[in-house]
């Protein structure tokens, strides 16, 4: 079955990096877009970031542009989420996502599978 297994999470201070993966197994994962989603506490889920099967196609969330960049390395199944300049609104479980579509999207509702999520957590 189709698996996806998130990683890198942790505690940063303001202004510090972090690297997000996301281990694919199940599919062949060249062929589908992911992205990344994230929720804060007591917010709902929010889109993150997302590309599209062989990377060309980039979507970024406003708050995060400039900060943030998405990529895929389709030869080991695993995405990337880096993180720059985090702030503590950047704070959330962040989830990995696949959808059963080479096309990029940034509603929730249009991917197919998650991974249980890696914590981010941005205080001093």
């Known amino acids: 079955q189709v698996q996806l297994v998130e990683s890198g999470g942790g505690l940063v201070q303001p202004g510090g990096s972090l690297t997000l993966s996301c281990a694919a197994s199940?599919?062949?994962?060249?062929?589908?877009?992911m992205g990344w989603f994230r929720q804060g506490p007591g917010k709902e889920r929010e889109f993150v970031a997302a590309?599209?099967?062989?990377?060309?196609?980039?979507y970024y969330q406003d708050s995060v542009k400039g900060r943030f960049t998405i990529s895929r390395l389709n030869a080991k199944n695993t995405g990337y989420l880096q993180m720059n300049s985090l702030k503590p609104a950047d704070t959330a479980l962040y989830y990995c996502?696949?959808?059963?579509?080479?096309?990029?999207?940034?509603?929730?509702?249009?991917?197919?599978?998650w991974g249980q999520g890696t914590q981010v957590t941005v205080s001093s």
């Open positions: 199940g599919l062949t994962f060249g062929n589908y877009a």
């Open positions: 590309i599209s099967s062989k990377g060309l196609v980039k």
């Open positions: 996502a696949q959808r059963s579509s080479s096309g990029t999207s940034t509603r929730g509702d249009e991917y197919d599978y």
